[in-house]
């Protein structure tokens, strides 16, 4: 493309009243009537720079916009104090749960160690007699321990 | 507060009212946030709809800038620029918002002939807008609708005034080049 001819583009892509100075102006109209395909090139731009204005939308807010802010503003505050507390929250639980743990094993330890198959560890049966085991088990009758 | 001043004598200044209500919210008067929200919803939600193109997405843009200039209040040096402070971060957001959704491809199809021509000109402006990059959409709305000056866009955008005016003109040319694809599409 000619040297003028990127002139010109660069001229019409850019603002008149604010870029443009006389010698500027002159420029344009003397290359425009010179120059078919600028020509053409500057009717394509104003065209689609005039579509631009018109295609704006004519939104306007909903009328709980307000009262929506302000729900939003009260859910993130929320969420921020939430955030702040989570990792109290979480050490808080975590420690719960690990002395629940502890408090757990040390009340069942003492039964886990204790073997069962002691005759002192015997209980004494419905019946009245000393059975390792409830009825049904099987290892029957205590040998040498009568039930009456 | 104009019947005031007049009774009062005092020249009725719109941006000392509104570093007033900065005050006011600053200190916790939720009244007072509420009327900076009646004051800048309007324009917010406007700009965010041409940027975004998506009136509820716009509105939502718009409330989320009032979460964050809420939240980043302590930043606001000047209280009278309260106006230019939350437009700035509306702005931002839409560009954020359309830099999340360019992952997703659009197509271009010829605009709808039943649609009346404002109606379908805004579709054609839309899709063609969707095919520019955020910065460079962003720029021409607030050039081009938004009617306002290089200064005002490059505050907005954070960018020197040399930037606002490179990108104008690379966005022009794009738009231009798209226009005419389009249109010729249609024919």
Redesign the interface.
């Known amino acids: 493309m000619p040297n003028p001819c990127k002139r010109f583009r ?1 001229l019409v ?3 008149p009243e ?2 443009w100075d006389p010698a500027d102006s002159a420029f344009v109209t003397g290359h425009r009537s010179g120059c078919s395909k600028c020509a053409h090139y500057e009717r ?2 104003n ?3 005039a ?12 009328d709980d ?2 009262q ?3 729900e ?2 009260t859910q ?1 505050q929320l969420r921020r104090q939430l955030s702040v507390w989570r990792p109290a929250l979480i050490g808080g639980v975590a420690a719960a749960i690990v002395v629940a743990a502890v408090l757990q094993i040390l009340t069942v330890e003492p039964a886990a160690t204790t073997p069962t198959l002691q005759r002192t560890e015997a209980t004494p049966s419905k019946s009245g007699g000393n059975r390792l085991f409830d009825s049904g088990s099987i290892a029957g009758p205590t040998p040498g321990v009568s039930d009456s | 507060m104009i019947r005031q001043a007049i009774q009062t004598g005092v020249a009725y200044d719109p941006k000392q009212e509104e570093a007033a209500l900065v005050y006011k919210t600053r200190e916790g008067e939720d009244a007072a946030f509420r009327a900076l929200i009646s004051r800048h919803r309007m324009r917010l939600v406007r700009t965010a709809s041409n940027i975004l193109r998506d009136p509820v997405e716009a509105e939502d843009v718009a409330q989320e800038s009032f979460l964050k200039a809420h939240r980043e209040l302590h930043r606001l040096r000047d209280d009278r620029a309260f106006g230019s402070f939350i437009y700035r971060i509306c702005v931002r957001l839409c560009v954020d918002r359309l830099r999340v959704k360019r992952a997703e491809p659009s197509t271009l199809e010829p605009a709808d002939d039943s649609a009346s021509g404002v109606v379908e000109n805004r579709l054609l402006v839309e899709k063609l807008l969707n095919r520019l990059p955020p910065d460079l959409r962003a720029t021409l709305v607030l050039r081009e609708m938004e009617q306002l000056s290089y200064e005002e866009v490059a505050n907005i955008m954070g960018v020197p005034v040399g930037t606002v005016r490179s990108r104008l003109h690379t966005a022009r040319e794009k738009f231009r080049a798209l226009w005419v694809a389009a249109t010729d599409f249609r024919m």
């Open positions: 660069r892509l850019s603002d604010i870029d394509e731009l065209t689609s720079r579509a631009l204005t018109p295609g704006a939308l004519p939104n306007t807010p909903e916009f307000a929506k802010v302000t939003r503003m993130a």
